[in-house]
């Protein structure tokens, strides 16, 4: 009976686990879906035709450049996608973005994200400050992203290719778009496709 109990647990948080990492883009135009959208299918197209993914400061302590990645599940990033929030507008990021293998990340350099208080900041040594995100759970005002699950590598600019990355997309008109524009060079997955609707 022990072992039966052992397997449900594992199978359980198996739901939960990936080997992959996902980079998602966004825009400036958080209150308006629609914009949001196609500037960041616009952003997703830049990085194919650079096959790059270029470093940003924003919420970096010491505006380090970082490309950064989630950890999470493919299905369960597509869930949060297909929420809105209480102004209408939905999650921060749009259902664009590239996905690569966690041991290829690892290799470039990436590692998961340091989740603590700003206190401990300072105490970080200086090379592992780039990873450093404000955690903060109290009565009165708490910061808690530690559901993003966030990796990060520092640089300005990461390579992908099609052979490393995978393209995330929120139906198949985009990607009958990204096929017709880089001639099906790109492998795509389609969130509708996971039964997951965006829009």
Known sequence: MPYVTQVTILIVFADDLSN??????????????EIRGQEAFTNLKAILSM???LGGTGFIKGSIPCVCFSEAPV???AHLLAQKNESGTGFKYSPYGVMVGKNWVY?????????????QYDALPKEMRYRHI?????PTYSIDHSWEREWRIETKCLSISPESATVILP?????????????????CLVLADLGVVIG
């Open 20 to 33: 992959q990492l996902i980079h998602l883009t966004k825009s400036g135009h958080a209150d308006n879906f």
């Open 51 to 53: 096959s790059a993914l």
């Open 75 to 77: 299905h369960q990033i």
């Open 107 to 119: 290799s470039k350099g990436g590692l998961p994200a340091i989740y603590g208080p700003d206190a």
């Open 134 to 138: 404000r955690y903060e759970l109290n």
């Open 171 to 187: 139906d198949r008109n985009a990607k009958q778009e990204i096929d017709a524009l880089y001639a099906g060079t790109w492998y």
